[in-house]
T-cell receptor, first 116, second 111 residues
Framework: GAVVSQHPSRVICKSGTSVKIECRSL??????MFWYRQFPKKSLMLMAT?????????EQGVEKDKFLINHASLTLSTLTVTSAHPEDSSFYIC????????????FGSGTRLTVV | ELKVEQNPLFLSMQEGKNYTIYCNYS?????LYWYRQDPGKSLESLFV?????AVKQEGRLMASLDTKARLSTLHITAAVHDLSATYFC???????????FGTGTRLKVLA
């Protein structure tokens, strides 16, 4: 299937700083990508839908100024956690439509963010 | 609003045994997904079910979909230790690309 590359896999940052997570589709164009957040031993929570060339659509309760999403090209979406705090520590995962599988989606490898 | 529930949340089973994980969703959905997640890892796609009565099998795992009952099942046959993982189902809101994950089932297969 299609491959989505997500970086970094792990990041530790200090409170108050910003962190950028990249999600890149390899060898295919992803006009729509999704960003999820997962707490330990919990399910995935959809944060936002990232659309190439337009503003992201955020789910209810997700602060758009806190979690900045940019989808400037057909192969790259970024999630920036601004002014990070310890409660932002989590596992963040992106996904994109897998064009090789009917209605399939492929996931990035995830980013473990720890804010200290 | 689409909600997805799974049961059981935890499952500990002996090798060689059979078991079923259930996934219920609250409103009309036109596709249902099953994923596997190993600790600290991302999600691996297992099955995509697109129509009522759809059944798919891969190795010891078999998934089915009943859209009338809004129920999908993941059946495990003759479990082996390598199947230990967390399994998620996800249902898609009809007419959109957006899908909602179930609560997850943590499966532990004991040797």
């Amino acid at each position: 299937g299609a491959v989505v590359s997500q970086h970094p896999s792990r990041v530790i940052c200090k409170s108050g700083t910003s962190v950028k997570i990249e999600c890149r589709s390899l060898d295919f164009q992803a006009t729509t990508m999704f960003w999820y957040r997962q707490f330990p031993k919990k399910s995935l929570m959809l944060m936002a839908t990232s659309n190439e060339g337009s503003k992201a659509t955020y789910e209810q309760g997700v602060e758009k100024d806190k979690f900045l999403i940019n989808h400037a090209s057909l192969t790259l979406s970024t999630l920036t956690v601004t002014s990070a705090h310890p409660e932002d520590s989590s596992f963040y995962i992106c996904s994109a439509r897998d064009w090789m599988v009917n209605y399939g989606y492929t996931f990035g490898s995830g980013t473990r963010l720890t804010v200290v | 609003e689409l909600k997805v529930e799974q049961n059981p949340l935890f499952l500990s089973m002996q090798e060689g045994k059979n078991y079923t994980i259930y996934c219920n969703y609250s409103t009309t959905s036109d596709r249902l997904y099953w994923y596997r997640q190993d600790p600290g890892k991302s999600l691996e796609s297992l099955f995509v079910l697109l129509s009522n009565g759809a059944v798919k099998q891969e190795g010891r795992l078999m998934a089915s979909l009943d859209t009338k009952a809004r129920l999908s099942t993941l059946h495990i046959t003759a479990a082996v230790h390598d199947l230990s993982a967390t399994y998620f189902c996800a249902a898609a809101t009809s007419g959109t690309y957006k899908y909602i994950f179930g609560t997850g089932t943590r499966l532990k297969v004991l040797a």
